[in-house]
């Protein structure tokens, strides 16, 4: 093992680090770095936002593109996986395994916005949420404390939530009210319902631990 030890790490269900063990190894034996599988996140959800674009014209691409978001998410467990069982962990990895993930999420979300099943403010405003709660929960870290995870609305929450919403939407089809609200936009207004809710959670924690240093 690596002298350098994380901060904060996301916590992980067992029954989700399972599914990546056998991967882990792999990696480990090929050599495959870290890096290469933060970076294939981006990847994944480049692509799982060009599905929800075109989903447009092949609603079916409504149904793929919710497995690729997970996927996205289970390349960003595996990344800390490998450089933690690798003795690899660094600075620069903390680094290298943050910035795919806002990346990940402006793509994701950006092609939600343009896939013609929604408004597209309510996505961009589905982005921005997301990427400031990811923000707030830095902030613990920035001022020598643990990286917030706490809320409602985390990364892999607000990922089941727009698969559930791309999934029912698929199966309604394209509303027949130009007027009304989509499944796509009650989905993404639930993420920022949520994600309000969790930059309050986490900046109530941030807030306790400055005072509590400042005593």
């Known amino acids: 093992m690596g002298e350098y030890e994380p901060q904060s790490r996301r916590p992980i269900a067992e029954m989700f680090r399972r599914t990546a063990r056998v991967a882990t190894a792999a990696c480990i034996r090929l050599g495959m770095s870290a890096d290469a599988i933060s970076y294939s996140s981006i990847v994944a959800a480049a692509v799982a936002g060009a599905c929800f674009w075109r989903s447009t014209h092949h609603s079916w691409l409504l149904v793929i593109a919710p497995f690729l978001c997970f996927l996205r998410l289970w390349f960003n467990m595996l990344d800390g996986m490998v ?35 929604m408004r597209l403010p309510i996505g961009y405003w589905a982005a921005m949420l997301a990427l400031l709660t990811a923000y707030v929960g830095l902030f613990g870290q920035a001022i020598g404390g643990k990286r917030q995870f706490a809320g409602i609305m985390s990364k892999p929450w607000r990922m089941v939530v727009l698969a559930a919403g791309s999934w029912i939407a698929f199966m309604a089809g394209p ?23 969790t930059v309050v959670i986490r900046l109530k924690r941030i807030l306790v631990t400055v005072q509590h240093h400042s005593r």
């Not at 795919?100 to 099943?117: E, K, N, Q």
Request: charged share 15%; glycine share 10%.
């Open 83 to 117: 450089a933690m069982a690798g003795g690899k962990a660094t600075l620069r990895g903390e680094i290298v395994n943050d910035l795919p993930d806002r990346i990940s999420d402006m793509l994701i979300f950006a092609g939600v916005a343009h896939s013609g099943w």
């Open 175 to 197: 509303s027949e009210s130009p007027d009304s609200l989509s499944v796509l936009d009650w989905s993404c207004l639930i993420i920022i319902a949520g994600c309000v809710q």
